[in-house]
């Protein structure tokens, strides 16, 4: 009788370490930390050729792996020959929406635009911005409020436009 009790209550000790390991486990891979990647680069193909290429020193992806949130950001289309640097973005892997913010530069032929903040939407291939925006070229210089440039490359400038040329 004796070794029963025993038994009874070693099988017990033991199922109780076995459960409460599991449940650890359970609450250990609902809290996963978030993932990361050095050195993205996303490529975008249009008819077998690269359109354009997002790169970035690091991305840390959301808890549902939607999101990248990246450092270092570099955008380049390649048809168009402009290249674009902002410090930090995000990327949506299921909309391929892309937000750039701080210290954005793009370059494109003789000129730099500079920004606070992009956005671009790829369901209405528009690229906006409500911040000041200033494009310094050559011989000239606009700087305008709020920024709306479509695929057929039309750009406009909101309000509070300037342009110096000299």
Not at 57 to 65: L, M, N, S, V, Y
Not at 78 to 91: Q, R
Not at 149 to 158: E, G, I, N, P
């Amino acid at each position: 009788m004796r070794y029963v009790g025993l038994i009874v209550l070693s099988l017990l000790a033991l199922s109780y370490l076995l459960f409460s390991g599991e449940k650890e486990y359970r609450i250990g891979s609902s809290l996963k930390t978030n993932s990361y990647i050095e050195g993205l680069r996303i490529v975008h193909k249009k008819n077998g050729t690269d359109s354009w290429v997002i790169s970035a020193k690091k991305a840390d992806f959301t808890r549902d792996e939607t999101v990248a949130k990246m450092s270092a950001v570099t955008v380049n289309a390649i048809k168009e020959g402009v290249v674009l640097n902002a410090d930090s973005g995000t990327y949506n892997l299921t909309t391929r929406a892309v937000l750039l913010e701080d210290n954005i530069k793009i370059r494109i032929k003789d000129s730099v635009i500079s920004a606070k903040s992009l956005s671009w939407d790829p369901s209405q291939e528009t690229l906006t911005s409500p911040d000041r925006v200033r494009m310094d070229g050559k011989n000239f210089r606009i700087e305008g409020d709020g920024l709306v440039a479509t695929q057929d490359q039309k750009v406009k400038l909101m309000k509070n436009v300037q342009a110096t040329f000299f």
